[in-house]
């Protein structure tokens, strides 16, 4: 049985008395009654309803503000306004405010279940559109790749879309962004999967040491070569070859990679031979291969040849929420790799790393919580097992900081209530919760006319 919420709101305590207990009779139906509309936006914020009946005419915020309120913060929530038949004109208003409906009283308990039915199935529908969605969502996210930021939904559809088609990849992101988990599940995700997954980094080699572990090389091609030797596109065979940071390539072997990326045939170094190789190539850069192009450090007609389909990850320091994340599940990795039972990390040491900039990003802050798991002696990560020159940074940043005093935080709030309601005290006073004296005090204590 599925539960929900309903709040009831009325000045009428008698109203509120008897919508309840008309429909706490419905199993799965949590009621609350409010009086006023600011206590129940109060409680709303707390703990938000799936359903609202409210009164459209009541002293302080009215039925068609709180309305308006509800449905800004959460659309999902239904509201059906309770009026007489002197108030219908501004009961149809409500509606193409986003009310659900609207009933009259005197109320007939009936006719108001059968509204109130029609209304929280619709609710479940959403619920259950929600529910797909998670699940489609949690079904398109490659494994061990963690982020609910929009950015990484981005690149999590992206890959979804990608992985089933054998077309060439270019992966762009600075280090330490997971360039290569990208390319890991891309193989996943394509009938390739069952064959090799080889990858090489094209960093700090030479053309020769290049061409001989991408190409191999027959025997007797070089001085020591005594045996013919495949090279990893043909291991790769059937599979999938990612060549990571290819912008370190030197440009002369960039020049039989394109031939390589036309032909999908090879010729062993010392070889004449061609041997026709079906592979899905994934390439990856940290710096911008357009750029590169353009100031011809790059070949273009390479460039454009790998870059048939980009994905771009975002450096972690623009994806702040997902620290939280990751940081959990860093916690998890190392407490089983070091066999502790680290329970969590403290709020400091959470807000120092999310004031941190990575320039290393996702590969440092596991770093950095793999070093806090392995020498904390507690069962929570504390400032003092983070590196020192973090905890300097982040006091530093702190201290710099210009922070608004209390007053001023409370005379904002003030303005912005009063602007609100449009300079009405009572209704002000009722949001504010407090007499309607002491707003007077303070405005008059603020200069707020």
């Given at each position: 049985m599925d539960h929900f919420r309903i709040g009831v709101v009325d000045d009428e305590e008698i109203v509120g008395r008897e919508v309840r207990r008309g429909l706490i009779k419905e199993d799965g139906w949590d009621v609350e009654v409010f009086h006023d509309g600011g206590s129940a936006l109060a409680r709303f914020d707390q703990a938000p309803f799936d359903l609202i009946l409210c009164d459209l005419r009541m002293e302080g915020v009215s039925g068609l503000e709180l309305l308006k309120a509800v449905r800004s913060s959460h659309p999902n929530c239904e509201v059906i306004i309770i009026t007489g038949y002197s108030s219908v004109d501004s009961a149809i208003q409500a509606i193409r405010a986003g009310a659900f409906h609207y009933v009259t009283k005197p109320l007939k308990m009936a006719e108001l279940k059968l509204l109130v039915r029609r209304a929280l199935d619709k609710v479940q529908l959403v619920r259950e559109k929600d529910a797909l969605q998670a699940e489609l969502f949690s079904q398109n996210r490659p494994a061990k790749m963690i982020g609910n930021s929009r950015a990484m939904l981005d690149v999590f559809h992206m890959i979804g879309k990608v992985a089933p088609l054998d077309c060439t990849v270019l992966i762009e992101g600075?280090?330490?962004?997971?360039?290569?988990?990208?390319?890991?599940?891309?193989?996943?995700?394509?009938?390739?999967?069952?064959?090799?997954?080889?990858?090489?980094?094209?960093?700090?080699?030479?053309?020769?040491?290049?061409?001989?572990?991408?190409?191999?090389h027959e025997k007797g091609a070089f001085t020591g070569a005594v045996d013919a030797k495949i090279g990893l596109l043909e291991a790769a065979h059937r599979g999938t070859i990612f060549l990571d940071e290819i912008s370190e390539m030197p440009m002369s072997m960039q020049i039989k990679l394109l031939r390589f990326v036309e032909e999908r045939a090879l010729i062993r170094v010392g070889g004449v031979n061609a041997l026709p190789i079906d592979v899905r190539l994934v390439a990856a850069s940290n710096r911008d291969l357009k750029a590169m192009a353009e100031k011809r450090t790059f070949r273009r007609d390479l460039y454009y040849r790998l870059n048939v389909v980009k994905i771009t990850l975002p450096p972690l320091r623009t994806r702040t929420d997902d620290i939280p994340l990751l940081v959990q599940h860093f916690l998890g990795k190392y407490n089983r790799a070091f066999s502790k039972k680290i329970q969590g990390i403290s709020t400091e040491s959470l807000d120092i790393l999310m004031h941190y900039p990575f320039p290393g990003n996702v590969r440092e802050l596991e770093n950095l919580i793999e070093r806090a798991v392995a020498l904390t002696e507690g069962s929570v990560i504390l400032p003092a097992d983070l590196p020192s020159d973090l905890r300097e940074l982040s006091m530093s940043s702190f201290e710099v900081q210009s922070w608004p005093s209390l007053e001023d935080r409370e005379k904002q709030y003030i303005q912005q209530v009063l602007t609100k309601t449009e300079g009405r005290k009572s209704q002000a006073a009722t949001i504010l919760k407090i007499p309607r004296t002491t707003l007077w005090r303070k405005m008059k204590q603020y200069g707020i006319s």
């Open positions: 600075e280090s330490g962004t997971g360039k290569e988990m990208v390319a890991r599940a891309l193989h996943q995700r394509n009938p390739r999967n069952r064959y090799p997954f080889i990858s090489f980094n094209c960093g700090g080699f030479t053309e020769e040491l290049i061409a001989n572990e991408l190409f191999g």
